[in-house]
C-alpha cells in the first residue's frame, strides 16, 4: 500500500487478555519502529527493526510486550496479560535504512488500545 | 539518556501573527526531525534536519538547527487556522552509534484564532 498500515484501528480488551496489533509497513522500507503514545507518557520508543539485525528492544516496558517481524516485512506487536495502564495508542512507522541521509519516518494511523 | 524538551507546550496565537516552537536537547545529534499531529490522527513529517545550521521552509513554516547549541526552531510565519495541530521535535540518535530510534518532545499545542 502508500503508506504504513495498522491494524486494528481500535480494540477494546479486558484486563488480563492478550492483544496483537500488525503493522504493515511501507514496501521497500527496511526498518520499522513500534512507538506508544499515552496522555502521561507521551511518546515513547518500544522497539525497533532494521533489516536481519537483532531488534533493538530497549523500550519495551516488562516482559508482558513483545514483537516480531516475519520475512522483513509485516510486524506483530503482542501485549500478554494486557493492564489498564497499557491503553494507549500503538504507532508502527518504517522507513529505509538509517544512515541514508535525508531519511523520513514514516508514521501509520496507530491502533487505539483501551484495557478495561 | 537523551532528554527533548520542547516550549511552549500550549500556544494561542491570532491569525496573521508570527512565533516560534523551541526544541532543545541534551546529547549530540544531528538528525532532528518536526511532525504534526491532528486530533485523533497519526504524524506527519514536516521536516528532516540533517546538519548544523539547516534550514528548510514549506509554506507557513521553517524548521532550524543548531546542533552547537542542541537547539531546533520551528518559526510559523502570518499562521492561518489551518495550522491548528500539535508539533513535535524528535531526535534521532543514530549519530552517537546507538540504533537508530527516535526520543520526542513533549509536543506543543498551537491554537489559532481569528
Known amino acids: 500500500g502508500a503508506g504504513v498500515s495498522q491494524s486494528p484501528s481500535n480494540k477494546v480488551t479486558e484486563k488480563g487478555k492478550d492483544v496483537e496489533l500488525r503493522c504493515d509497513p511501507i514496501s521497500g522500507h527496511t526498518a520499522l519502529y513500534w512507538y506508544r503514545q499515552s496522555l502521561g507518557q507521551g511518546l515513547e520508543f518500544l522497539i525497533y527493526f532494521q533489516g536481519n539485525s537483532a531488534p533493538d528492544k530497549s523500550g519495551l516496558p516488562s516482559d508482558r510486550f513483545s514483537a516480531e517481524r516475519t520475512g522483513g516485512s509485516v510486524s506483530t506487536l503482542t501485549i500478554q496479560r494486557t493492564q489498564q495502564e497499557d491503553s494507549a495508542v500503538y504507532l508502527c512507522?518504517?522507513?529505509?535504512?538509517?544512515?541514508?541521509?535525508?531519511?523520513?519516518?514514516?508514521f501509520g494511523e496507530g491502533s487505539w488500545l483501551t484495557v478495561v | 539518556e537523551l532528554k527533548v524538551e520542547q516550549n511552549p507546550l500550549f500556544l494561542s496565537m491570532q491569525e496573521g501573527k508570527n512565533y516560534t516552537i523551541y526544541c532543545n536537547y541534551s546529547t549530540t545529534s544531528d538528525r532532528l526531525y518536526w511532525y504534526r499531529q491532528d486530533p485523533g490522527k497519526s504524524l506527519e513529517s514536516l521536516f528532516v534536519l540533517l546538519s548544523n545550521g539547516a534550514v528548510k521552509q514549506e509554506g507557513r513554516l521553517m524548521a532550524s538547527l543548531d546542533t552547537k547549541a542542541r537547539l531546533s526552531t520551528l518559526h510559523i510565519t502570518a499562521a492561518v487556522h489551518d495550522l491548528s495541530a500539535t508539533y513535535f521535535c524528535a531526535v534521532d540518535e543514530t549519530y552517537t552509534g546507538t540504533a537508530s530510534k527516535l526520543t520526542f518532545g513533549t509536543g506543543t499545542r498551537l491554537q489559532v484564532t481569528l
Open positions: 512507522a518504517s522507513s529505509h535504512s538509517p544512515g541514508d541521509s535525508g531519511n523520513t519516518i514514516y
